[in-house]
């Protein structure tokens, strides 16, 4: 249940929310790491490859796993041979690549077992991508290859939760998209949205909208092995 309440310590005036949960659930690309420059920079020049609107296909490519993007915008090419190509041009890509601001200091307070990954993205990229930006590589990553169906589909989310063992309606995700929003209402978690990739308007079907990981603050309740986690969240309103 979320508590609204006046937020004396923050300069802006924004609302404080606080919600208990047993984990955090994130995705990667735009929440935990900055890859916007590595995905424009791959997509658009397969886009251009093929002849494609570069626009439109990264208006759908953002939060999807990149084989549903490639069915979708290109159907008359062979989807494995393409991904295999994106996958390995992106495994090795850093063009911007950097750990998203406060990402660090919030993996950091959180106890070992109480956070996972769920990423559209392949397995050699997310990993990548974590150790490029100097964050941890968790021991739960559900990652595109480890789904049947990807975002906003909560096959990703559940199979996290299954492997924390814990109830999927005590996990919190934090998104940037709207399909990652989606999928992890269809898994009856909470979303929180990272104002980072969308603007806040987009993403008012999340349960709070925050411009960065640092308006979000976690606090252990009872230690470090407890099980409940005290989210402190900054909220903002969805058209700001």
């Known amino acids: 249940?979320?508590?609204?309440?006046?937020?004396?310590?923050?300069?802006?005036?924004l609302p404080a929310a606080r919600l208990a949960c047993d984990a955090l659930l994130f995705d990667l690309d735009g929440v935990l790491v900055d890859s916007t420059a590595c995905v424009e920079e791959s997509?658009?020049?397969?886009?251009?490859?093929?002849?494609?609107?570069?626009?439109?296909?990264?208006?759908?490519?953002?939060?999807?796993?990149?084989?549903?993007?490639?069915?979708?915008?290109?159907?008359?090419?062979d989807p494995a041979a393409e991904l295999t190509a994106l996958t390995a041009h992106e495994a090795h890509?850093?063009?911007g690549l950097c750990a998203m601001?406060?990402?660090?200091?919030?993996?950091g307070s959180l106890p070992r077992g109480r956070w996972a990954v769920v990423t559209s993205g392949a397995?050699?990229?997310?990993?990548?991508?974590?150790?490029?930006?100097?964050?941890?590589?968790?021991?739960?990553?559900?990652?595109?290859?480890?789904?049947?169906h990807g975002k906003p589909d909560?096959?990703?989310?559940?199979?996290?939760?299954?492997?924390?063992?814990?109830?999927?309606?005590?996990c919190v995700v934090v998104e940037d998209a709207p399909p990652g929003i989606e999928a992890?209402?269809?898994?009856?978690?909470r979303a929180i949205a990272v104002a980072t990739t969308f603007p806040p308007a987009a993403l008012i079907a999340a349960d709070a909208v925050i411009r960065a990981l640092s308006g979000l603050v976690v606090r252990v309740d009872g230690g470090p092995d407890a099980e409940r986690l005290d989210l402190e969240l900054r909220t903002i309103a969805p058209s700001a």
Do not use: F, K
Request: charged share 20%.
């Open 1 to 13: 249940m979320w508590i609204t309440q006046p937020d004396d310590q923050s300069a802006r005036g």
């Open 43 to 77: 997509w658009r020049a397969w886009a251009t490859r093929h002849g494609l609107d570069a626009d439109t296909v990264m208006g759908v490519a953002h939060g999807r796993r990149a084989v549903d993007t490639l069915r979708d915008v290109a159907p008359e090419l």
């Open 93 to 95: 890509a850093t063009e």
């Open 101 to 107: 601001p406060g990402a660090r200091e919030l993996l």
């Open 123 to 148: 397995r050699a990229v997310a990993e990548h991508r974590l150790r490029h930006a100097g964050l941890p590589v968790p021991p739960v990553m559900i990652c595109a290859e480890d789904v049947m």
């Open 154 to 170: 909560p096959e990703g989310y559940l199979a996290a939760a299954a492997q924390l063992g814990l109830d999927p309606m005590n």
């Open 184 to 189: 992890a209402h269809a898994a009856g978690m």
